[in-house]
């Protein structure tokens, strides 16, 4: 018998690292955000000088990159520690993630992390968030869901986040960004964002976390 997963998949700020989270929490499975391994791999990248364009040098750093995923007190966040540092917040800057969509165009660089995400696939399921987790690499999940949500309300999402935090943030150049985002995303060659043709679709524009995270436990329980 397969070990079960549950892939989420959808643009930048639509809650699905969240939703994940939580599912992962409330179930007691496993949880991949594979979003972080594309955003450790172009940080990485800056790190040893290597450029975001060099395709093969990034498809050895992929293959040999030394990160470790330690599960934190909030089911919310794990702790993401890069080359022996923490680099948790550090990835998430938007700047980091228009680097992880760079080096997540690259078809090198998508071989060299398939096996490393599939290795998440542990006993007693996995919840997996990312762009294409129902669409290649677990094709085979039990529950797809595809989130979604208006441009502008990702970018408010944002937004609030970053102030919450303290930290500088502009609303206009946050939507420039998202949009940008999506558009790499869903018109690079491999592997592009879109929903599997059996993922469930949700969009969260008017919903808060808690009804999304319902909505999917529901689903996950049809399935059972
Ligand atoms: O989900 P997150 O915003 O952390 O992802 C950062 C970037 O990594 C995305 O914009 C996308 O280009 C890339 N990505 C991907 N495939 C995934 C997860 C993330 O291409 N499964």
Not at 5 to 23: E, F, H, M, R
Not at 112 to 137: I, K, S, Y
Not at 145 to 153: D, F, P, Q
């Amino acid at each position: 018998q397969a070990i079960p997963v549950i892939t989420i998949d959808g643009p930048g700020g639509s809650g699905k690292g969240t939703i994940a989270g939580l599912l992962a929490s409330r179930l007691g499975w496993n949880l991949l955000d594979s979003g972080a391994l594309y955003r450790l791999l172009a940080f990485a990248a800056q790190n040893h000088g290597v450029s975001l364009t060099n395709e093969e040098a990034l498809e050895a750093l992929a293959a040999h990159l030394d990160v470790q995923f330690v599960a934190g007190d909030d089911a919310r966040e794990q702790h993401i520690i890069l080359e022996g540092e923490e680099v948790t917040r550090a990835i998430r800057t938007e700047a980091a993630g228009a680097g992880a969509s760079q080096v997540a165009a690259l078809p090198a660089v998508r071989a060299a992390l398939l096996q490393r995400q599939r290795a998440f696939r542990e006993a007693p399921g996995l919840v997996a968030d990312g762009r294409d987790m129902g669409t290649v690499v677990f094709a085979d999940a039990q529950l797809k869901v595809y989130l979604t949500a208006s441009a502008e309300e990702r970018a408010g999402r944002r937004h609030r986040q970053l102030l919450e935090k303290g930290e500088a943030a502009n609303l206009a150049s946050l939507l420039d960004e998202i949009v940008a985002r999506d558009d790499r995303d869903m018109n690079r060659s491999v592997a592009p964002l879109r929903p599997a043709e059996d993922a469930i679709l949700i969009d969260s524009t008017q919903m808060d976390i808690e009804e999304v995270l319902e909505m999917v436990h529901k689903e996950a329980q049809k399935r059972d």
